[in-house]
């Protein structure tokens, strides 16, 4: 942690500070505040003025404006929003594509384009069918002679309608648990600096990380800055910590406890999930340039708020090498 690169790097954070003072972390409060209260709309069903809330991120706060065209495209194809509106769920995660090449979210938006296209598509299909069938019981009537063919028919095509029905309300549901979980597993690959939330097997998203200073190989011992490997669980969560956010993880475990004992050394403990030191959430994504945590895995705020956000206390964590 007493390389060139790091100390550089805390110079490049307390010149950032003085230079930008109070009104950058005014802003970041306030875009914080304005998403929590769009996301408390959603969980109460209020869309409309969700969506309001969403668009003041837009307006006044462009460099945001990824992240509110994402929940906007969400909550435009939420199955529960009486009014949803599959053209305007796809516009928002167009011009997120369109007009923030570089956004994390540009992978999520890309793969909920191709499942609402093809929930449009299916649609279209229950459409035409509804018509053909329109069409048949028209004719039923000029024709009695031939009512039991038609009806037939039509009894066909109903079932087609209600199978076809079944797998638009299966697509949704998949489109929406993609992005508002929960996650029952998260994988945390040290080598490959990554955390992968999933359920029942799938993956629903990834996450660059940094670990402990000392990366390398199990922790052993309370001071040695290794981050954690083995199998966990997410036990408590600390939303007044010196990070922006903090998940708890079950550390030490018994087969932990049992190596520590055995070179009689306290295991340590305190292992989180959580974001960026208070006041610095504007380094963003690339405070992943070193590893320099005390042995937690630490990401940037906003996806430590929706990390926390889809996985509660419970939650299966497996750190592997």
Not at 32 to 61: C, H, M
Not at 71 to 83: C, D, I, K, L, S
Not at 172 to 185: M, S, T, Y
Not at 201 to 208: A, E, F, M, R
Request: proline letters at 4%; aromatic letters at 6%.
């Amino acid at each position: 942690m007493s390389s060139p690169f790091f100390i550089l790097f805390i110079g490049i954070i307390i010149i950032h500070v003085l230079i930008c003072g109070c009104s950058h972390l005014n802003d970041e409060i306030q875009i914080s505040t304005i998403f929590k209260e769009a996301n408390d709309l959603f969980s109460q069903g209020s869309y409309v003025p969700s969506l309001i809330r969403y668009e003041q991120v837009l307006e006044k706060y462009p460099p945001s404006g990824d992240r509110a065209l994402f929940e906007m495209g969400v909550v435009y194809a939420y199955p529960g929003n009486g009014q949803k509106d599959y053209q305007k769920s796809l516009g928002c995660f167009q011009n997120l594509l369109k007009d923030y090449p570089d956004s994390g979210y540009r992978k999520d938006s890309e793969m909920m384009i191709f499942h609402i296209n093809n929930v449009t598509l299916k649609d279209k299909t229950i459409t035409d069918l509804q018509t053909t069938i329109e069409l048949l019981q028209k004719e039923m009537k000029k024709r009695e002679s031939e009512t039991g063919k038609d009806h037939q028919k039509i009894e066909e095509l109903e079932q087609v309608v209600k199978s076809r029905e079944n797998e638009i309300r299966v697509l949704q549901r998949e489109v929406f648990a993609l992005q508002k979980g929960p996650a029952d597993k998260i994988l945390i690959e040290k080598e490959e600096r990554r955390l992968t939330l999933m359920a029942q097997g799938k993956v629903l998203k990834t996450y660059k990380i940094a670990l402990g200073g000392n990366p390398v190989g199990p922790k052993e011992r309370q001071g040695d800055n290794k981050t954690p490997e083995g199998i966990y669980s997410i036990d408590s969560r600390n939303k007044d910590s010196q990070h922006h956010l903090s998940l708890h993880i079950s550390y030490p475990n018994e087969k932990d406890k049992k190596r520590a004992g055995e070179i009689r050394v306290s295991p340590g403990g305190n292992i989180m999930i959580h974001g960026l030191k208070n006041g610095l959430s504007w380094v963003g994504e690339s405070h992943i340039e070193a590893d320099w945590t005390n042995g937690c895995i630490a990401v940037t705020d906003e996806e430590i708020e929706e990390i926390a956000r889809l996985s509660p206390n419970g939650t299966v964590v497996e750190i592997r090498p």
